[in-house]
């Protein structure tokens, strides 16, 4: 199977513009969440969605939004995008929403702002 | 709010040596989910371990075993017998039972395998 799949690897964006990034979860899995990992830090919790609706956000401007699809994809979207916002985005996927499921890590999306 | 402190930024070891990477927490909940991630070049982030809060006894996975200290809000990471693929970044991190399935991570370790 298929693990958690994310496009797209590399991107260049200049400041100001916008952003989308795309995560696959694992077949079955219902619960996506991401994460932005600035160079030298642990990851950050950015947003989980579980069956298409919002269930967590983190401490985010309103820049960053996201939405889930009816076969459990989901989009990250970063408008106005700033030097600051260079980093490493990470979606992780779950089989449900429960407190004893393990999250599943793609490989991410490396997001330079220049 | 929770949060997770991993004091040593970098660590080395002798291959086939042990070694123990530190994690402490904080945290008013009673029940939670504490856990170490690596992260290899490679960038994806592989589960090594995983403990939950209201369990005493320490988890174990082959070479990797946890001490946990509940009271002491301690949770670290021993690699038995160290292989040149454990090299790459640890990171411990916290789950709250309720609620949004949110991970709050440490800054990271760096671990180093020297053959």
């Known amino acids: 199977d298929a693990g958690v799949t994310q496009s797209p690897t590399h991107l260049i964006k200049t400041r100001g513009q916008h952003v989308t990034l795309r995560c696959s979860p694992i077949?079955?899995?219902?619960?996506v969440s991401w994460y932005q990992q600035v160079l030298g830090q642990g990851p950050q919790f950015i947003f989980q969605?579980?069956?298409?609706?919002?269930?967590g956000r983190g401490n985010f401007p309103d820049r960053f939004s996201a939405r889930q699809f009816p076969n459990y994809s989901s989009e990250l979207n970063v408008n106005a995008l700033l030097l600051g916002d260079s980093a490493l985005y990470l979606c992780?996927?779950?089989?449900?929403?429960?407190?004893?499921?393990?999250?599943?890590f793609g490989q991410g999306t490396r997001l330079t702002v220049v | 709010a929770q949060t997770v402190t991993q004091s040593q930024p970098e660590m080395s070891v002798q291959e086939a040596e042990t070694v123990t990477l530190s994690c402490t927490y904080d945290t008013s909940e009673s029940d939670y989910y504490l856990f170490w991630y690596k992260q290899p070049p490679s960038r994806q982030m592989i589960l090594v371990i995983r403990?939950?809060?209201?369990?005493?006894q320490n988890a174990t996975e082959n070479r990797f075993s946890v001490n946990f200290q509940k009271a002491a809000k301690s949770f670290s990471l021993k690699i038995s017998d160290s292989q040149l693929g454990d090299a790459a970044m640890y990171f411990c991190?916290?789950?709250?039972?309720?609620?949004?399935?949110?991970?709050?991570f440490g800054q990271g370790t760096r671990l180093t395998i020297n053959p």
């Open positions: 403990q939950e809060a209201y369990k005493q």
């Open positions: 991190a916290y789950r709250k039972i309720q609620g949004a399935q949110k991970l709050v």
């Open positions: 077949s079955g899995h219902k619960s």
């Open positions: 992780a996927s779950s089989p449900e929403l429960g407190a004893n499921t393990e999250a599943f």
């Open positions: 969605y579980y069956e298409k609706e919002e269930r």
